[in-house]
T-cell receptor
Framework: GENVEQHPSTLSVQEGDSAVIKCTYS??????FPWYKQELGKRPQLIID?????GEKKDQRIAVTLNKTAKHFSLHITETQPEDSAVYFC??????????FGTGTRLQVFP | EPEVTQTPSHQVTQMGQEVILRCVPI?????FYWYRQILGQKVEFLVS????????KSEIFDDQFSVERPDGSNFTLKIRSTKLEDSAMYFC????????????FGQGTRLTVV
């Protein structure tokens, strides 16, 4: 069935270091891969997304890479700041309406 | 910036009671969704809705659940007879097209069944 695995479940980094979160999806028909940041008690907010015809996308300190052959995609945050602390969810959209979410990564950035 | 709005922000209900969660999607969007998130867990798809009918639903979305777009702006989720395990944050989302575009999430309704 459709599934998205996400690792690690928690990640602690020092301010200024990089953080990498990895996801694997099962449905090879998936063609859209968003990343959401969720602060405590708040809605998921899109921070970056990538479509299946692109291998990498960058937006300032955030980048996402996609390996369609391996069905992997990753989020890279450089020069982390305390305000980056949140839960990050990857998601994949199979060739249907819905998003399949990963299990989330709690990122803590220590000053 | 347009946003999806949900009411109420928090609903407490007794087990067995019916609840209706309300959402106003972004005005020019055509695709509407409900997701839920049990505390500390991942976001799970419930149902998608397009052209006044359900286009897809998950195993969670059983006969106790229904959705409706009663007018041109509201999109509702009804739980007919709530169970303790229905306690979760319910997120409404909307998007302008079916695939390859961003889904905008509302701020959520926290449902607590006691």
């Amino acid at each position: 069935g459709e599934n998205v695995e996400q690792h690690p479940s928690t990640l602690s980094v020092q301010e200024g270091d990089s953080a990498v979160i990895k996801c694997t999806y099962s449905d090879s028909a998936s063609n859209y891969f968003p990343w959401y940041k969720q602060e405590l008690g708040k809605r998921p907010q899109l921070i970056i997304d990538i479509r299946s015809n692109v291998g990498e996308k960058k937006d300032q300190r955030i980048a996402v890479t996609l390996n369609k052959t391996a069905k992997h995609f990753s989020l890279h945050i450089t020069e982390t700041q305390p305000e980056d602390s949140a839960v990050y969810f990857c998601a994949a959209r199979p060739n249907t309406d819905k998003l399949i979410f990963g299990t989330g990564t709690r990122l803590q950035v220590f000053p | 910036e347009p946003e999806v709005t949900q009411t109420p922000s928090h609903q407490v209900t007794q087990m067995g009671q019916e609840v209706i969660l309300r959402c106003v999607p972004i005005s020019n969007h055509l695709y509407f969704y409900w997701y839920r998130q049990i505390l500390g867990q991942k976001v799970e798809f419930l149902v998608s809705f397009y052209n006044n009918e359900i286009s897809e639903k998950s195993e969670i979305f059983d006969d106790q659940f229904s959705v409706e777009r009663p007018d041109g702006s509201n999109f509702t989720l009804k739980i007919r007879s709530t169970k303790l395990e229905d306690s979760a944050m319910y997120f409404c989302a909307s998007s302008g097209s079916r695939t390859n575009t961003e889904a905008f999430f509302g701020q959520g309704t926290r449902l607590t069944v006691v």
